[in-house]
């Protein structure tokens, strides 16, 4: 059974019930009123027919008694003997204006009475079917108009696809329910057509990082056996670790990026301060001056995917930095996570790219010093696997600064 048939038989039964309530209802107080306006009208006419059946008083000389003899009349024969009219049944006239006064007054206002009711009842019975079926009418009809953005939603979700995530319901009309959910399910669609797009890209730019040192590693062996001298061997033997190095640093970001985005398994205190001292460590270097104001801080979160965070951050300021360079890291409860570097020049419309993966300023796609492009994306799931906003801004000299809202 469709929604439609039961919201119909739902809201219809429910007028038809209430109909025949009111209407039996009425006809009760009606029947009830019109007994009582019986009762007290038969009286009135049970009075009135008495009063008119009595005989006048006569006037005139006094009737003889039964000793006068002669002067007694004669008995008298013939259609105006009282025994034959008494023997005449009481009608009604034809034309039912008055009743016969030898009627009784309760037989007549008693079928009246039934008369009137019975007519009352079936009025009311022909009512209730009437209403009825008009009531069920008009409630399939209504609950076609309101089912029908929902049919829209099934249409549309019943065609999308990989391909065609671009459709959307587009509902116009009031803000109600229905326009409500149909806007929902139009955003979803949007973020699905998002996540789509950003996983292909993904895919196509993972599948070219893994196969350009593939490309290297069949390169150098080629070229390096071609004449395998000693200094050949040796040469061809750097440039594989290298190239190994590389990749594995591109898997290990894969995997990362991966643990980032499904997000932490349970959340616990961590002292964040202490996250970042350890994190800042390894990176002290006398070329680069690295400068820390860390205050206390405790977050909730996973303690293992905040230090990959903290770690990122740091060390991507440390390598696109220039000599002599500087790296200022600063820890608050107000303004958060603040890390900044003196890097080379960086376009303001470009910073928003850094956070995707794959993505670097210089368009080499071969180096391996320079990392995969996965540090900064890294940071961004990591950071949204735990509510917190990351942000990222060019300095005026040159570099970066990001800043990660707690």
């Known amino acids: 059974m469709t929604i439609r048939t039961r919201?119909?038989?739902?809201?219809?039964?429910?007028?038809?019930?209430?109909?025949?309530?009111?209407?039996?209802?009425?006809?009760?107080?009606?029947?009830?009123?019109?007994?009582?306006?019986?009762?007290?009208?038969?009286g009135e006419l049970r009075d009135t027919s008495r009063s008119s059946a009595q005989p006048p008083e006569r006037t005139g000389p006094k009737q003889p008694t039964e000793q006068t003899g002669p002067e007694q009349p004669a008995e008298r024969t013939g259609p105006e003997q009282p025994a034959e009219r008494s023997a005449v049944a009481p009608r009604l006239p034809p034309d039912g204006d008055a009743p016969h006064p030898d009627?009784?007054?309760?037989?007549?206002?008693?079928?009246?009475?039934?008369?009137?009711?019975?007519?009352?009842?079936?009025?009311?019975?022909?009512?209730i079917a009437v209403m009825g079926t008009a009531a069920f009418a008009l409630c399939w009809w209504l609950s076609g108009r309101v089912m029908r953005p929902v049919h829209r939603i099934t249409d549309t979700a019943r065609r999308l696809s990989l391909s065609n995530l671009d459709q959307r319901i587009g509902m116009k009309g009031p803000r109600d329910e229905l326009k409500e959910l149909a806007d929902t399910f139009d955003a979803m669609l949007e973020r699905l057509a998002r996540a789509a797009d950003d996983q292909r890209r993904f895919v196509a730019n993972a599948s070219h990082e893994?196969?350009?040192?593939?490309?290297?590693?069949?390169?150098?062996?080629?070229?390096?056996?071609?004449?395998?001298?000693?200094?050949?061997?040796a040469a061809m033997r750097a440039e594989l670790l290298r190239i190994t190095e590389r990749s594995q640093r591109l898997i290990d970001g894969l995997l990362a990026l991966a643990q980032g985005e499904r997000g932490p398994q349970s959340?616990?205190?961590?002292?964040?301060?202490a996250v970042v001292r350890r994190s800042a460590d390894p990176h002290a270097s006398p070329d680069i001056t690295l400068d820390?104001?860390?205050?206390?801080?405790?977050?909730?979160?996973?303690?293992?995917?905040?230090?990959?965070?903290?770690?990122?951050?740091?060390?991507?300021?440390?390598?696109?930095?220039?000599?002599?360079?500087?790296?200022?890291?600063r820890l608050a409860p107000r303004t958060g996570l603040v890390v900044s570097n003196t890097g080379p020049p960086v376009d303001p419309e470009r910073v928003d790219e850094l956070f995707q993966p794959f993505r670097r300023l210089s368009p080499d796609r071969t180096g391996s010093a320079a990392g995969a492009g996965l540090g900064l994306s890294i940071v961004a799931a990591i950071a949204r696997a735990h509510d917190l906003e990351v942000s990222a801004a060019a300095n005026p000299d040159g570099g970066l600064t990001v800043r990660l809202a707690l």
Do not use: C, K
């Open 267 to 273: 959340r616990v205190p961590v002292d964040l301060a």
């Open 7 to 42: 919201l119909t038989l739902v809201f219809g039964g429910l007028f038809l019930l209430t109909s025949a309530i009111v209407l039996i209802a009425a006809d009760y107080m009606v029947e009830r009123a019109f007994d009582g306006s019986v009762t007290m009208r038969s």
């Open 210 to 233: 893994l196969r350009t040192p593939l490309a290297v590693q069949r390169a150098a062996i080629e070229i390096g056996l071609a004449d395998p001298s000693p200094e050949r061997v």
């Open 103 to 127: 009627v009784p007054a309760e037989v007549i206002v008693r079928g009246l009475r039934a008369d009137v009711l019975s007519s009352q009842w079936r009025t009311t019975l022909a009512s």
């Open 292 to 329: 820390l104001d860390v205050r206390p801080v405790t977050v909730l979160g996973d303690e293992v995917l905040l230090a990959r965070l903290v770690e990122n951050l740091i060390e991507n300021a440390v390598r696109h930095n220039r000599p002599g360079g500087r790296v200022t890291v």
